[in-house]
C-alpha cells in the first residue's frame, strides 16, 4: 500500500483543521458556546474528507525539511471518516459537559487522530503521534482524582515513551538509509531482516495498540477516566496503532503471534474482573487483537477485514462504554457487585447496551459480524489452523464477558435497590446514533466494504457456513454461562483487585526507587557528615574562637623567652584563653602582633 501515489493535486487545508480550530476556539468560549464545537467541528471536518481525492497531497516545510504533511488514499479517508463520526458521537454524548479545558484537549485528542491517519511520512507522523498523548490524558486527569492524577501520569509515561521509541526507530533508520528513511512505507522486510530500527517502531507502535505486557496503561488509564472518557479514548488511540501497523507492517507474521495472544489472556481477566469498564477494557484488548492477526496474515482481505473490523468496534465498544458512563453518571457506581436491576429505571440505556453487546458478540445482524468473520475465515483459508482455533474460543470468550456479563450484571442479575434517573438526552442521542449504525451495518456491510482499501474482495458475510458456525459459538458459550450460573461455579461479583502485569511495573519501579534513595541518600548523608558535620564544622569552630585556640598555643612558648615574668605556665595559658573569649588582650601584646603582621606584609611584598 503506497501512500505516497503521485498527483498533481496538492491540498491547501489540512484534514484536520475542523477539529483543530474547534478545540483551539472551544478553550476561550464556555458554556453550551464551548460544547457546541463537539458537534460543529466534527460536521465540518466529515464534510471536507468526503471531498478529498485518492492521491491528493500536502507539504510542509519544518527545520530545512520539506515534509509531507498529507497523502490521502483510500485507508487515510476510510480513518477519516471513522474519526469524525467517532468525535460528533463522543462530542454529543459529551455535550453537556461546561469544563472548556476538557473540551477543547478532546477535539484535539480528534485531530491528532485524523493526521495520523492521513500522514505521509515518519516525521508528520511523529509530530500527530506526539499530540496523541498529550491531549488525550486530560480525558482522565478530567475526573480530578488521586487515582485519575496517578493514572494519568502511568498513561502518560507509556505513551511519551512510544513517541520516543518512534523517534528513535526514525533516527536509527535515516542513519542507515539516509532521507529515504522518512518515507511512510511498508517495513515488513526489514523487521523480518532484523533492522533495529523497524523493531523500535513496531514497539512503539505495539504500545499504543496494547500488545501483551505493554497493556496495562489502557485499562488502568480508561477506568479511572471521566464518565465520558472513555468513549473518546477508545475511538482514537488504539486505532491509529492499528492504522499504522496495517500501512507499515502488512503481512509481518510476528503480529499472528502477538494478536492470537491479545485476543486469548484477556478473556480470563474479564471474567473475575468486577469493575465494568475494566471488563470493557479487557474486551478491547481481545478485539484489537483480532485486528492484528488480520494485519499479520497480511493478505488484501485479512488486512481489509482488520481495517472493518476497527471501524466496527470503535462505534460498538464506544456505545458499551456510553452505556457504562451513563450509569457512572446517575449511580457514582461501576461495579458489578454493587449494581443490578437498572432496567427498571433505565430502559433505553439497557436497550441500547445490549445492541452494543450483541454487536461485539457478532450476532448476524449486527455490525460485529461483519467484519470479524472477515479475519476469523482469512486464519482458516490460511492455514493458520491454531490461530483460528484461538479465535473462535476467543469470540465465545468475548460473548461471555461484554456480550452477557456487562448488561446482565449491570442491568439485571440482583436488584441493588439503586433506582437512578434514564440518562440525560444527549448520551441517549449519541448511544441511539451509534446503535443505528451497529444494526446498519450489519445489514448492509456493502456500504462499509466500499469503503475498504480493496473493496473486502467480494467477500459475502451472510452465508450459510459463517452464520451457523457463529450461531453455534454464541449458543455454547452461552450455555456455559448459564450452566456455571446454575451451578453456582461462575465467578461471582466481589469487591476485588485483579493482578495484571502492571504489579510487576509497580514492584519493580518501588524497588528501583527503594535502591535509588537508598544510595543517593546515602551517599548524601556521607558527604554531608565529611564536609558540613567534620570540615566545615571545624572551620566553623575554628572561626568562632580562633584567637583562643592560636594564643592558648602561642602562650607556652612566649612563657618560655619570659615575657611573663616567673607567673605559672597553665595560669598563663588560662588566662589567655579567658582574655581571649572575651576579645581581651593586653596592649603591649596587640602591638607586638601587629608589628609581626607588618613585617610579614613587608617580606611578601
Given at each position: 500500500m503506497n501512500v505516497l501515489a503521485a498527483s498533481s493535486l496538492e491540498l491547501g487545508t489540512h484534514p484536520a483543521t475542523a477539529l483543530l480550530l474547534g478545540g483551539l476556539i472551544a478553550a476561550v468560549l464556555r458554556g453550551?458556546?464551548?460544547?457546541?464545537?463537539?458537534?460543529?467541528?466534527?460536521?465540518?471536518?466529515?464534510?471536507?474528507?468526503?471531498?478529498?481525492?485518492?492521491?491528493?497531497?500536502?507539504?510542509?516545510?519544518?527545520?530545512?525539511?520539506?515534509?509531507?504533511?498529507?497523502?490521502?488514499?483510500?485507508?487515510?479517508?476510510?480513518?477519516?471518516?471513522?474519526?469524525?463520526?467517532?468525535?460528533?458521537?463522543?462530542?454529543?454524548?459529551?455535550?453537556?459537559?461546561?469544563?472548556?479545558?476538557?473540551?477543547?484537549?478532546?477535539?484535539?485528542?480528534?485531530?491528532?487522530?485524523?493526521?495520523?491517519?492521513?500522514?505521509?511520512?515518519?516525521?508528520?507522523?511523529?509530530?500527530?503521534?506526539?499530540?496523541?498523548?498529550?491531549?488525550?490524558?486530560?480525558?482522565?486527569?478530567?475526573?480530578?482524582?488521586?487515582e485519575a492524577e496517578d493514572s494519568g501520569f502511568r498513561y502518560l509515561f507509556f505513551h511519551v515513551s512510544s513517541g520516543l521509541l518512534l523517534l528513535a526507530g526514525i533516527l536509527i533508520r535515516y542513519h542507515g538509509e539516509g532521507v529515504s528513511a522518512f518515507s511512510l512505507q511498508p517495513l515488513t522486510d526489514a523487521l523480518e531482516a532484523g533492522d533495529a530500527g523497524a523493531m523500535l517502531v513496531l514497539l512503539a507502535i505495539g504500545i499504543k495498540a496494547a500488545f501483551p505486557g505493554l497493556h496495562t496503561w489502557l485499562k488502568d488509564g480508561y477506568s479511572e477516566a471521566t464518565h465520558t472518557g472513555p468513549v473518546w479514548l477508545c475511538a482514537f488511540t488504539t486505532k491509529c496503532a492499528v492504522c499504522m501497523l496495517a500501512r507499515l507492517f502488512p503481512g509481518a507474521e510476528i503480529l499472528i503471534t502477538i494478536g492470537g495472544g491479545m485476543a486469548m489472556f484477556p478473556i480470563f481477566y474479564a471474567v473475575i474482573e468486577n469493575d465494568l469498564r475494566r471488563v470493557l477494557c479487557y474486551s478491547k484488548i481481545n478485539q484489537i487483537g483480532f485486528m492484528v492477526v488480520g494485519i499479520g496474515i497480511g493478505t488484501e482481505l485479512a488486512i481489509d477485514g482488520a481495517i472493518a473490523h476497527a471501524f466496527t468496534h470503535v462505534l460498538y465498544k464506544g456505545l458499551l462504554f456510553m452505556s457504562m458512563g451513563a450509569v457512572l453518571f446517575r449511580t457514582g457506581e461501576i461495579r458489578g457487585s454493587h449494581l443490578g436491576g437498572l432496567y427498571k429505571t433505565m430502559p433505553w440505556t439497557t436497550g441500547f447496551c445490549i445492541v452494543g453487546a450483541a454487536s461485539i458478540s457478532a450476532f448476524p445482524l449486527f455490525?460485529?459480524?461483519?467484519?470479524?468473520?472477515?479475519?476469523?475465515?482469512?486464519?482458516?483459508?490460511?492455514?493458520?489452523?491454531?490461530?483460528?482455533?484461538?479465535?473462535?474460543?476467543?469470540?465465545?470468550?468475548?460473548?461471555?464477558?461484554?456480550?452477557?456479563?456487562?448488561?446482565?450484571?449491570?442491568?439485571?442479575?440482583?436488584?441493588?435497590?439503586?433506582?437512578?434517573?434514564?440518562?440525560?438526552?444527549?448520551?441517549?442521542?449519541?448511544?441511539?446514533?451509534?446503535?443505528?449504525?451497529?444494526?446498519?451495518?450489519?445489514?448492509?456491510?456493502?456500504?462499509?466494504?466500499?469503503?475498504?482499501?480493496?473493496?473486502?474482495?467480494?467477500?459475502?458475510?451472510?452465508?450459510?457456513?459463517?452464520?451457523?458456525?457463529?450461531?453455534?459459538?454464541?449458543?455454547?458459550?452461552?450455555?456455559?454461562?448459564?450452566?456455571?450460573?446454575?451451578w453456582g461455579k461462575y465467578p461471582p461479583e466481589l469487591p476485588s483487585v485483579n493482578l495484571d502485569a502492571d504489579w510487576i511495573y509497580r514492584k519493580a519501579g518501588r524497588g528501583f526507587m527503594l535502591f535509588t534513595s537508598w544510595f543517593w541518600n546515602g551517599l548524601n548523608d556521607l558527604v554531608h557528615c565529611l564536609f558540613i558535620g567534620g570540615i566545615v564544622k571545624k572551620v566553623n569552630t575554628f572561626t568562632k574562637a580562633g584567637q583562643v585556640y592560636a594564643l592558648s598555643f602561642l602562650s607556652d612558648p612566649l612563657h618560655q623567652i619570659g615575657l611573663f615574668g616567673k607567673e605559672d605556665k597553665n595560669k598563663t595559658r588560662d588566662r589567655f584563653s579567658k582574655r581571649a573569649g572575651l576579645g581581651l588582650h593586653p596592649v603591649g601584646l596587640t602591638a607586638f602582633f601587629g608589628l609581626l603582621f607588618l613585617l610579614g606584609f613587608l617580606l611578601l611584598s
Open positions: 453550551r458556546y464551548a460544547s457546541m464545537t463537539l458537534v460543529i467541528a466534527p460536521i465540518l471536518g466529515f464534510w471536507y474528507v468526503s471531498t478529498l481525492e485518492v492521491g491528493s497531497v500536502s507539504y510542509l516545510s519544518l527545520f530545512g525539511y520539506e515534509i509531507l504533511g498529507v497523502a490521502v488514499d483510500q485507508q487515510a479517508k476510510l480513518f477519516g471518516y471513522l474519526f469524525h463520526i467517532a468525535a460528533l458521537v463522543a462530542g454529543i454524548y459529551s455535550f453537556h459537559l461546561r469544563d472548556p479545558w476538557q473540551i477543547s484537549m478532546a477535539l484535539l485528542y480528534a485531530a491528532s487522530a485524523v493526521g495520523v491517519a492521513f500522514a505521509g511520512d515518519m516525521l508528520s507522523l511523529f509530530l500527530w503521534w506526539e499530540g496523541l498523548a498529550i491531549t488525550s490524558v486530560f480525558q482522565i486527569w478530567g475526573r480530578k482524582t488521586k455490525s460485529g459480524f461483519v467484519s470479524k468473520s472477515i479475519i476469523i475465515t482469512e486464519a482458516a483459508q490460511n492455514g493458520h489452523v491454531l490461530i483460528w482455533l484461538c479465535l473462535l474460543f476467543a469470540s465465545a470468550g468475548v460473548f461471555h464477558h461484554a456480550g452477557i456479563k456487562i448488561p446482565f450484571f449491570a442491568f439485571f442479575a440482583h436488584d441493588s435497590g439503586r433506582r437512578p434517573k434514564e440518562a440525560p438526552i444527549n448520551m441517549l442521542i449519541a448511544m441511539g446514533i451509534s446503535s443505528f449504525l451497529c444494526i446498519f451495518l450489519g445489514c448492509n456491510p456493502q456500504w462499509l466494504y466500499d469503503l475498504l482499501p480493496n473493496g473486502a474482495m467480494g467477500y459475502h458475510p451472510y452465508d450459510a457456513t459463517h452464520v451457523i458456525t457463529q450461531l453455534e459459538i454464541l449458543l455454547f458459550s452461552a450455555l456455559a454461562f448459564t450452566l456455571l450460573n446454575l
